[in-house]
């Protein structure tokens, strides 16, 4: 049984940084895909970006695309986000995710094991 728990998120202003990671422990790691979602209040969760097993190969969604950066450490069943130039329409629960395959996948669907969120507000 993976288990994933997701660390980094607070308050920040916007225009700001902020840098989530996200530990693997109690499975596989290194050999899927991952991926980022978050839920803001009211609406569903959408997909964020995703990473290939071997992380030769990422995927944003368009409101990210230049803002946020995806890595992961399979040394340290890690994943990292780095979130720069933060908005407010940045905020939101995040999750991380193992998806059920190498490659990368946009829907929540595709995934199985997901992590409990931490919660990210960007003032304006």
């Known amino acids: 049984q993976v288990q994933l728990v997701e660390s980094g998120g607070g308050l920040v202003q916007s225009g700001g940084p902020l840098r989530l990671s996200c530990s693997a422990s109690?499975?596989?790691?290194?050999?899927?895909?991952m991926g980022w979602f978050r839920q803001a209040p009211g609406q569903e969760r959408e997909f964020v970006t995703a990473?290939?097993?071997?992380?030769?190969?990422?995927k944003f969604s368009d409101s990210v695309k230049g803002r946020f950066t995806i890595s992961r450490d399979n040394h340290k069943n890690t994943m990292y986000l780095q979130m720069n130039s933060l908005k407010p329409e940045d905020t939101a629960v995040y999750y991380c995710?193992?998806?059920?395959?190498?490659?990368?996948?946009?829907?929540?669907?595709?995934?199985?094991?997901w992590g409990r969120g931490t919660r990210v507000t960007v003032s304006s």
């Open positions: 995710a193992r998806a059920r395959a190498t490659g990368i996948l946009i829907s929540t669907a595709g995934y199985d094991y």
């Open positions: 990473i290939t097993w071997c992380g030769d190969s990422t």
């Open positions: 109690g499975g596989t790691f290194s050999t899927y895909a």
